[in-house]
């Protein structure tokens, strides 16, 4: 959703990538705003993550410009976190790192993610919901603007699945961040994203999740099988859906390549 | 007044050693973190040329191994960050490569006399109180800069995306730590040699993982590891006449070896 009140944190115009003879990212142009969830959704594959990295900065395009507000604290939960096992890291070790944290947030947060007895353990020894947790909990730590997060119920039971969807909504409200997140599972982030781009390379549509999902694009696309925890899979071919392409949708952002 | 002579001659050495081992026990931690143990043959194994060319060209043989431990790590610095180009073999290659090219040299540069076992294995016999002394300024500046970038480099270690997020320097930090790794390799060459160099670095902190729960306890036991192992090494040398640095690298074996039996993880 556009907000104009709200300060732009984040501004991609034109991404292109090219890696060896594959055809990464083609023509990728989005905005973020303060205050706004923003989710990606695509097949495995479909450069969801190189395009976050693009956009913390990470990675290089071939053409294309990524403008980030000044300052901005970006608090990031990656996919993957390869932990050297030569390396003993404790819990509270481990967020000590994040830069200028401060113990009490340390503990605040993990009292409010519920891993509190975990402060202590070695992370080679955690399980990989409790990893989810940790790294959750050094992105928030340093009070973000702009919370970033890739896959974030990786390795997470259900019920911790809807959990932390439900609480991604609350704490933009509190920390008045904007979110930007990755999911390949549309219908768990219904609920807790403003609005959803569907990528595949390029970006196949775009807008609010509820126009979405009461449009027909959106019923004849996913059609009635949305109940609880019913699996929806993303077929991308080249047939583009059509959701915010249509006229009475005057918030959601269209793009056709 | 044999013994006096003797316990003074073995005085630099051991004092070089134990210094030493004060730095590659946090030094050798961030070696065995970050999978660079291949990386320091590599500027062991340069070094080699360097001290050749050094005693071609007459500079200071000591300076020769620093300049150009210094210059190998600034060249091999970058390929370090294209982790996808297969360094393994590509290091192989520069590493072995760089020890042949050095031993080819130095047999044809026939009027240059040098000590090639010396270089290879150590000579400690050769280690005067200059050497001691730069050993000891290069360990003051290694800790002291460790201790004040031990956050930094121990998050850029974790993961250096997120440490780039949160701000640190991370390409700064690397070369930081790639720099002071030659300089130790260079210092610690001469006592056991090119061919042990790195497995001061390596195994002390090997030892201390088990040992340890947190990256600073590691540092700090991988440290105390090494002089002890540098105790036991010069002993032994000293009493039975073996070559000093691979007596070392033995008993920090041992020492190894004996810390796999405590808590097994």
Known sequence: MIMPDRPLLLKATGLNLKRRHKQVLTDISLELHAGEILTLIGPNGCGKSTLIRILLGLEKVDSGSVWRRKPLTIGYMPQHLQLEPRLPLTVLGFLRLARSAQDSAIHGWLNRLGIQLLVNQDIQDLSGGEWQRVLLARALLLKPDLLVLDEPVQGVDVQGQHELYRLIPTLRDELGCGVLMISHDLHLVMAATDEVICMNGHICCSGHPDLVSVSDAYQQLFGQRTAPIAHYTHHHDHQHCLVGHTDDDPTAETRQP | ?265
């Open chain 2, 1 to 265: 007044m044999n013994a006096l002579m003797i316990s003074y001659w073995w005085l630099m050495p051991l004092l070089s050693g134990l210094l030493l081992s004060c730095v590659t026990g946090p030094l050798g931690s961030f070696v065995v973190w970050r999978r660079m143990a291949f990386f320091g043959d590599t500027l062991a194994h340069g070094a080699l040329l360097g001290i050749t060319l050094g005693v071609i060209s007459d500079i200071n043989p000591t300076l020769a191994l620093l300049l150009s431990s210094v210059v190998l790590a600034l060249l091999l610095y970058p390929m370090q960050r294209i982790a996808s180009l297969s360094s393994d073999t590509l290091l192989g290659i520069i590493s072995h490569s760089m020890l042949a090219v050095g031993l080819v040299v130095l047999s044809l540069a026939q009027d240059v006399r040098v000590d090639l076992m010396g270089y290879l294995f150590g000579d400690l016999l050769a280690v005067t109180s200059t050497d001691t002394l730069m050993v000891a300024i290069a360990a003051v500046i290694c800790i002291g800069l460790i201790i004040w970038q031990w956050r930094g480099l121990l998050a850029t270690t974790v993961s250096p995306e997120l440490a780039a997020i949160d701000g640190y320097p991370v390409a700064r930090l690397q070369l930081l730590l790639i720099l002071m790794l030659a300089l130790v390799i260079a210092l610690a060459m001469k006592i056991v040699g090119i061919l042990l160099v790195s497995a001061m670095l390596i195994i002390p902190p090997a030892a201390a993982r088990s040992l340890s729960r947190t990256p600073e306890q590691m540092a700090l036991f991988a440290s105390l590891i090494g002089l002890v192992s540098v105790l036991m090494g010069m002993s032994a040398s000293f009493w039975w006449d073996t070559p000093a640095g691979p007596s070392v690298v033995v008993a920090a074996t041992l020492l190894f070896v004996a810390s796999t039996a405590v808590n097994r993880r």
